[in-house]
């Protein structure tokens, strides 16, 4: 008896260790909990995925052993009570209901914990709340957007630490429990400014995150169709992004990326204070920036608008998308009163993230590594790079790509479409291996006797050996492996 | 919340006690607003404690009876580890006292000045005040430290050096190489020790000989230079980094013989002196220097404090010859006693302010070095089967 207890117990440790784990990856949500579970509900039962594990080990927080603890709880409730009621009998089948269905406990237990969590939650929020009233002179810097938040809160962050200590919320912490993290475990008396990158899933997030953080210069990237299930339409996209500027006093700062069509279509802007909007294309900009140079040092272009006339900048940094980023971060360290010899010097330093958009020469050919790149906007934006980068006359462009991947039915129409791209602006394309070889070609039959098909990126690299003379520029897009160099 | 500072003073050094007097005086002087000061004292015997006590300089006449009271502490040599730690008696691993967010070292000479701690801070990655490791090895070495400023165009006097095996291996042969550099009368001095100790005037070869004997039982490292008789010493502080840097007032410290000796340095002076450190030695401040001289010392010292990278504040110690009327620059200390307080005083700047910017540099060297690249990602044994042997990369 005791030694089938035993069993029952070891079994059901296993099982639960299973069912937290799978819990906490579903970001403790009993919904998408559900969704995985229905998704191969007898082998989740038996636990089998604990033969292949996930990658993310299984982090013990104190959340998880509050769930622990109280599903345990409720099954030795449940079992005693099952003894007490039908004797051993039901008690053997109240076991193996346990084991089979603790996922039930451990919602069930999550639920129940709730408010716990809640007062939690809350006392987290207000002491981060009390950390910031005691640094009066910390300057908040909010930045939001469809796309773009995340590379304009790094070129900020670069651009004001030449000069001052810069708190910056981590890579993914973009919700406000990340931000009163951030705050709780890294703000330091000598930070001088503090740079929040707003995140949004449905309206209202992002203006609880300004309640807490309450920024003086807010900055909108961009306006996109992205997440449009949640929110329904572009208007209500861009009216959660305008939280940020709403949450602005009126001597603080709006910057916004007029380029954006989202924002440009915008009738209006509930900003109190001042607004600042900027482009490369827009006319209304009052920050316009122009002249934009792609070379192999990389990109130079000007920026009028402010107090310091007309601006060179220079960066390794390429692609417009990338630049428009730039001129936003800048345009905010301009009003948080960098000179501009410091914003000139921090972007400068600014380093473009390997194999996205970086740029290099080898034995004189020109290669632009875009190899990260996943989607169409990218690709249109390393093919606009490929186009305008200066080059010696009679220069060779070269495009190596395999076209794009995990796009799902709309993968033949993209690729075709890229390659007609690649046939307006390429003198070279070689295709890697087959999975879009058809459609590519398709796209650029155009390209005739310069079109090259490689089954590999080794073949591929070995047929640029061979194409590319000094002067030339070679472009690798998309999708590349791990290994490539 | 305040910036968590990691006062740490003593050391393994003759100077442990003199780091003492410049500790308390420097906590005195840390903002209690922003900051907060934890104590760390090493010990002679290289053991680190901390405790509220170490602060009162009257405790330390009773060293024992204050580390008795004191609790020991370590920090781990582990990157991006701040804590420090109660050493011994957790349960379940050390418990930790404070995180730290900056260290400033006011330790001096020996093991404490010449880079060995900075080391290891720079492997925890902590911001520290103060030169790097580089600056304050090359900075208390006497020999590094002139070669490196006669590099840069910058005048020192005429030095010979030898090493201590050379010296035992073959006496007669290091004098003759001497006297074929330098005439006498010269000053023999070990390489690396701070507040004049092991150093002995030489006017003749017999001199010579002694003089030499008593430095190699101090170090390996010996430096023999020109002795100027007619000798003025200036001194002069510098703050800032390699960007920015101004220097202070000039002083000139009072000697009671031929040399500055350690009585002078630190025991001259009224009432109180003993506690006081360099604060109380005598000394004419400012310098009584002629037309452009003051100038001419400052501009040297801020190339001085450029030529060997430093950081922080340090007091560069000056020579003019009265004879020829040369200005020479004799040495650097890169963590001076009492940080110079008392020039920086004089040249308008209190030591509240003075050190509000000494960790605002050692926060900026921080931030500068975290956006350097010191690793490129990849794993070259991952290639290794590939064409690519050991010790040599096929092409």
Redesign the interface.
């Known amino acids: 008896m005791i030694f089938l207890a035993l069993i029952f117990y070891a079994l059901w440790a296993v099982s639960l260790r299973y069912d937290i784990w799978m819990f906490q990856q579903n970001s403790y949500m009993p919904s998408r909990y559900y969704t995985w579970f229905k998704s191969d509900w007898l082998a989740n039962s038996l636990s089998k995925g604990l033969l292949s594990p996930p990658k993310v080990p299984l982090v013990w927080t104190r959340r998880v052993i509050r769930i622990v603890a109280v599903s345990v709880a409720l099954g030795l409730l449940l079992l005693s009570l099952s003894w007490k009621l039908g004797g051993t009998a039901l008690l053997v089948v109240m076991a193996v209901l346990v084991l089979l269905l603790d996922k039930l406990l451990v919602v069930l237990a999550n639920l129940i914990l709730s408010p716990v969590e809640a007062l939690i939650r809350r006392w987290y929020y207000q002491d981060a709340r009390r950390?910031l009233d005691?640094?009066p002179d910390l300057v908040v810097i909010g930045v939001t957007g469809s796309y773009g938040k995340t590379s304009t809160k790094n070129y900020l962050y670069?651009i004001l630490?030449e000069k001052y200590?810069v708190l910056v919320t981590p890579g993914n912490y973009n919700t406000t429990l990340g931000v009163v993290r951030t705050i709780r475990e890294q703000?330091?008396?000598?930070h001088r400014f503090f740079i929040v990158e707003m995140g949004a899933k449905q309206p209202g997030d992002i203006r609880e995150i300004c309640r807490l953080v309450r920024p003086t210069v807010g900055i909108v990237t961009a306006v996109g169709p992205m997440h449009l299930e949640t929110f329904g339409s572009i208007e209500n996209v861009r009216r959660t992004k305008f939280e940020l500027l709403e949450a602005l006093p009126e001597d603080g700062v709006g910057i916004v990326n007029l380029d954006s069509e989202g924002i440009a279509s915008a009738k209006s802007f509930p900003c109190r204070g001042r607004l600042l909007g900027f482009g490369i294309r827009s006319a209304e900009a009052d920050y316009k920036a122009g002249d934009v140079r792609y070379s192999p040092n990389g990109t130079s272009f000007t920026l009028e608008g402010g107090s310091d006339g007309r601006v060179v900048y220079h960066t390794p940094v390429m692609g417009e998308g990338n630049v428009l980023d730039i001129i936003g971060a800048a345009v905010a360290a301009e009003a948080l009163g960098v000179e501009v010899g410091a914003r000139k010097t921090g972007v400068s330093?600014l380093a473009a993230v390997?194999h996205r958009l970086s740029i290099s020469t080898r034995g004189g050919i020109t290669v632009i590594d875009d190899a990260y790149n996943s989607n169409p906007e990218g690709a249109a934006m390393a093919l606009d790079v490929l186009q305008r980068i200066e080059a010696p006359e009679g220069a060779k462009r070269i495009v190596v790509t395999p076209g794009f991947v995990e796009m799902g039915p709309e993968q033949d129409r993209a690729c075709e479409e890229f390659g007609r791209h690649i046939a307006e602006v390429a003198d070279g394309l070689i295709v890697v291996n087959r999975l879009n070889r058809d459609a590519l070609c398709k796209g650029a039959g155009s390209m005739g006797e310069a079109l090259y098909i490689a089954e590999d990126l080794r073949e591929a690299s070995a047929m640029v050996a061979r194409l590319a003379l000094p002067g030339d520029i070679v472009l690798y897009e998309n999708d590349l492996p791990d290994s490539f160099? | 919340m305040k910036t968590k500072v990691g006062l740490l003073f003593g050391g393994r050094s003759v100077e442990n006690e003199i780091s003492v007097v410049t500790a308390v005086q420097t906590s005195e002087s840390l903002d209690a607003d922003r900051y907060e000061v934890v104590p760390i004292y090493i010990s002679k015997q290289g053991r680190w404690y901390t405790g509220d006590g170490l602060l009162k300089v009257e405790n330390y006449r009773d060293l024992t009876r204050l580390l008795a009271s004191s609790s020991e502490v370590y920090m781990k040599p582990l990157y991006g580890d701040y804590n420090l730690y109660l050493n011994g008696g957790g349960l379940f691993g050390d418990k930790v006292v404070a995180t730290l967010d900056v260290i400033l070292p006011t330790l001096h000479g020996t093991n404490c000045e010449d880079g060995t701690v900075q080391g290891v801070l720079a492997s925890i990655g902590i911001p520290f005040v103060g030169c790097g490791v580089l600056a304050s090895a090359n900075g208390m070495d006497k020999i590094t430290m002139k070669m490196i400023l006669r590099g840069c165009g910058i005048p020192v006097v005429d030095y010979f050096w030898f090493n201590d095996k050379s010296w035992y291996a073959d006496r007669d042969k290091v004098a003759d190489a001497l006297e074929k550099t330098l005439k006498y009368p010269v000053i023999v001095k070990p390489a690396n020790s701070g507040s004049s100790v092991g150093i002995r005037p030489a006017h003749n070869r017999e001199e010579f000989f002694e003089a030499a004997e008593y430095a190699c039982t101090f170090t390996t490292r010996i430096i023999v230079e020109r002795l100027i008789t007619a000798l003025k010493e200036v001194n002069c502080s510098v703050i800032g980094n390699y960007e920015e840097c101004e220097a202070s007032v000039c002083e000139v410290p009072q000697r009671s013989g031929e040399i500055l000796t350690y009585e002078d340095k630190y025991k001259g002076g009224g009432k109180g002196a003993k506690s006081k450190g360099m604060r109380s030695t005598k000394r004419e401040l400012p310098a009584k220097l002629a037309d452009g001289e003051t100038e001419y010392i400052q501009d040297l010292a801020c190339r001085t404090f450029r030529a060997l990278s430093c950081d922080g504040v340090a007091r560069i110690d000056f020579m003019k010859d009265e004879d020829d009327r040369r200005i020479y620059v004799n040495e650097i200390n890169t963590i001076p006693g009492s940080l110079s307080s008392y020039l920086w005083d004089a040249a308008g700047l209190p030591f509240d302010k003075a050190i509000d910017r000494l960790i605002d540099i050692a926060l900026a060297r921080s931030r500068e070095e975290s956006f350097k690249i010191t690793d490129f990602g990849g794993n070259i044994f991952k290639d290794l089967g590939k064409g690519a042997r050991m010790g040599k990369f096929s092409k």
């Open positions: 950390i005691s640094h670069r630490s200590n703000l330091k008396p000598y330093k390997e160099k």
